[in-house]
């Protein structure tokens, strides 16, 4: 009986661990559907980011879809910022610190709230960053359509 008690536990991890793996994998598969309109997308645990011509979409990954979609123009975009646990760093830098946290920050030429889209690899999010700044000049160069 004592032999049955200890396995209790372990069969309880195995059943929850099954369970987050469908839950996951019901995750990819919506966002598989969602990521066919965009030219290039991203998807992680913490969000989900589109990109379709100069227009930027994110929100966050769901089962039933994606949610808490925001979408705006990079042609109004002044900088984009690289964050590694809230303090910036160079987009172009060779080593990356070590961070728990990390996000793109869009700041606009408006002066409207900077939009922080995050990521779970600051490695990944460098790459993003450095393919929209270089998208910046030529943008921002064009007359904006605002969304």
């Keep these: 009986m004592t032999r049955g008690l200890i396995w209790l536990p372990l069969l309880a991890l195995f059943f929850w661990l099954a ?3 469908w ?3 019901q995750k990819v598969q919506v966002y598989r559907g969602w990521a066919e309109q965009f030219d290039r997308a991203k998807y992680d645990i913490l969000a989900v980011l589109g990109q379709k011509g100069d227009a930027l979409t994110w929100g966050k990954p ?3 879809g994606m949610i808490e979609l925001q979408s705006f123009s990079l042609g109004r ?3 984009i910022e690289l964050l590694a646990d809230d ?3 160079d987009l172009s830098a060779e080593t990356l610190p070590r961070a728990q ?5 869009f700041r606009f030429e408006s002066g409207d709230q900077p939009i ?7 490695g990944l999010a460098q790459e993003w960053g450095k ?4 998208q910046l000049p030529r943008l921002q160069s064009e007359p904006n359509e605002t969304m």
Excluded at 131 to 134: D, F, K
């Design 19 to 21: 369970w987050a793996g």
């Design 23 to 25: 839950n996951e994998y």
């Design 62 to 64: 769901t089962r039933q």
């Design 77 to 79: 975009v002044q900088s």
């Design 87 to 89: 303090r910036s760093v």
């Design 101 to 105: 946290r990390a996000a793109l920050a």
């Design 116 to 122: 922080q889209v995050p990521f779970t690899d600051l």
């Design 131 to 134: 393919m929209l700044r270089s």
